[in-house]
T-cell receptor
Framework: GAGVSQTPSNKVTEKGKYVELRCDPI?????LYWYRQSLGQGPEFLIY????????DSGLPNDRFFAVRPEGSVSTLKIQRTERGDSAVYLC??????????????FGPGTRLTVL | QKEVEQNSGPLSVPEGAIASLNCTYS??????FFWYRQYSGKSPELIMF????GDKEDGRFTAQLNKASQYVSLLIRDSQPSDSATYLC????????????FGTGTRLTIIP
């Protein structure tokens, strides 16, 4: 079956511009996560959705970052007034939630964002 | 102190030998522990997860957890060149949220 998909795969923008990154989770997965991975680092948590609501946005670095998931499926990560330090691979992951402890997160291929 | 610490490597292991990857974590409330493999330019994929103290085996992989020492490891037996990748240790502190805190990863190279 289809995995997590992310678009675009690459995004180059100029400092100060606005960007939107899209994530399409695995069908039926109610939990959705955004992570950011800089070169040589592990993924860093940004935000977690359970259904339509942001259950935990403690990882968003500042108010330039915002994410939505209006219908509980596709999510969009929005970055305003981009800075060179925002350059990274943005990873989306989804998970099927149940009463069980098996809680594998399936990652998408990522969007590589470059801010010039 | 970082929340999840790993030796960044690179770790070089001859083909057929055992590769040992280590990870320590700082939050004693951590409940679940994961090992992800990440090939260069690709996204992380889950290798193993472990919740309870002791060993958990899956094929050539064994995860070991010691909560008292706040230590988790991954052993790869009969290492193959295809095992060459970065291995990420990840931790979460409880159920119902499941956000992962990752280490920086250990780069493993299997030498033919």
């Amino acid at each position: 079956g289809a995995g997590v998909s992310q678009t675009p795969s690459n995004k180059v923008t100029e400092k100060g511009k606005y960007v939107e990154l899209r994530c399409d989770p695995i069908s039926g997965h109610t939990a959705l996560y955004w992570y950011r991975q800089s070169l040589g680092q592990g993924p860093e948590f940004l935000i977690y959705f359970q259904g339509t609501g942001a259950a935990d946005d403690s990882g968003l670095p500042n108010d330039r970052f915002f994410a939505v998931r209006p219908e509980g499926s596709v999510s969009t990560l929005k970055i305003q007034r981009t800075e060179r330090g925002d350059s990274a691979v943005y990873l989306c992951a989804s998970r099927w939630t149940s009463g069980r402890r098996n809680n594998e997160q399936f990652f998408g291929p990522g969007t590589r964002l470059t801010v010039l | 102190q970082k929340e999840v610490e790993q030796n960044s490597g690179p770790l070089s292991v001859p083909e057929g030998a055992i590769a040992s990857l280590n990870c320590t974590y700082s939050d004693r409330g951590s409940q679940s522990f994961f090992w992800y493999r990440q090939y260069s330019g690709k996204s992380p994929e889950l290798i193993m997860f472990i919740y309870s103290n002791g060993d958990k085996e899956d094929g050539r992989f064994t995860a070991q957890l010691n909560k008292a020492s706040q230590y988790v490891s991954l052993l790869i037996r009969d290492s193959q060149p295809s095992d060459s990748a970065t291995y990420l240790c990840a931790v979460n502190v409880g159920f119902g949220n499941e956000k992962l805190t990752f280490g920086t990863g250990t780069r493993l190279t299997i030498i033919p």
